[in-house]
């Protein structure tokens, strides 16, 4: 199957910088990815819909200036948690939609990124 | 608005068992897809199966099947012959329409297998 990359699998940051993640679809190209935040034994919540060369789709409160959303290539979305603060910290999953060829609809999702803000 | 129901928080099943996980979900929409996605303890999400609204033919694969009831708005997941390997959080997954729709998740269940 496709492979989707997320990066860092962890970080530790100091409330009140900014810390961002990145997610890569490496073998197949992908006009649209999704970021998903998960709570301890909570299902995922969508947060944003990611379409390359526009903005964002923003949940209903999800507050988009502190959740920066950038897909500026077929294979990259970054999510910038912006002035993090400890409620900030949770799991953050994002998914790639594959857009052409095989499979095409389909998503698969990164590995995470567990988010601690101290 | 479409929702999606798990109601059994945990289960466990003992080795080479056949263990069955519940789904429910509800929409008016007539063209839609469902999917079991399962998240081990590593956390990426894994899709197991996938079925269309559209066909009458319980999806399978491998040791993994589906009992769809469209009237019902059921979609279980039968695991047979469990392995170790399967212990996981299993997510039921619908998505409305075309390949362009975004999945909506039930909350899990915890499935725990042991030996």
């Known amino acids: 199957g496709a492979v989707v990359s997320q990066h860092p699998s962890r970080v530790i940051c100091k409330s009140g910088t900014s810390v961002k993640i990145e997610c890569r679809s490496l073998d197949f190209q992908a006009t649209t990815m999704f970021w998903y935040r998960q709570f301890p034994k909570q299902s995922l919540m969508l947060m944003a819909t990611?379409?390359?060369?526009?903005?964002?789709?923003?949940e209903q409160g999800v507050e988009k200036d502190k959740f920066l959303i950038n897909h500026a290539s077929l294979t990259l979305s970054t999510l910038t948690v912006t002035s993090a603060h400890p409620e900030d910290s949770s799991f953050y999953i994002c998914?790639?939609?594959?857009?052409?060829?095989?499979?095409?609809?389909?998503?698969?999702f990164g590995e995470g990124s567990r988010l601690t803000v101290l | 608005a479409q929702t999606v129901t798990q109601s059994q928080p945990e289960m466990s099943v003992q080795e080479a068992e056949t263990v069955t996980l519940s789904c429910t979900y509800d929409t008016s929409e007539s063209n839609y897809y469902l999917f079991w996605y399962k998240q081990p303890p590593s956390r990426q999400m894994i899709l197991v199966i996938r079925q269309e609204a559209y066909k009458q033919q319980n999806a399978t694969e491998n040791r993994f099947s589906v009992n769809f009831q469209k009237a019902a708005k059921s979609f279980s997941l039968k695991i047979s012959d469990s392995q170790l390997g399967d212990t996981a959080m299993y997510f039921c997954?619908?998505?409305?329409?075309?390949?362009?729709?975004?999945?909506?998740f039930g909350k899990g269940t915890k499935l725990s297998v042991k030996p």
């Open positions: 997954a619908f998505r409305v329409g075309g390949s362009q729709g975004n999945l909506i």
């Open positions: 998914s790639a939609r594959v857009t052409s060829g095989m499979g095409t609809g389909e998503l698969f």
């Open positions: 990611s379409n390359e060369g526009s903005k964002a789709t923003y």
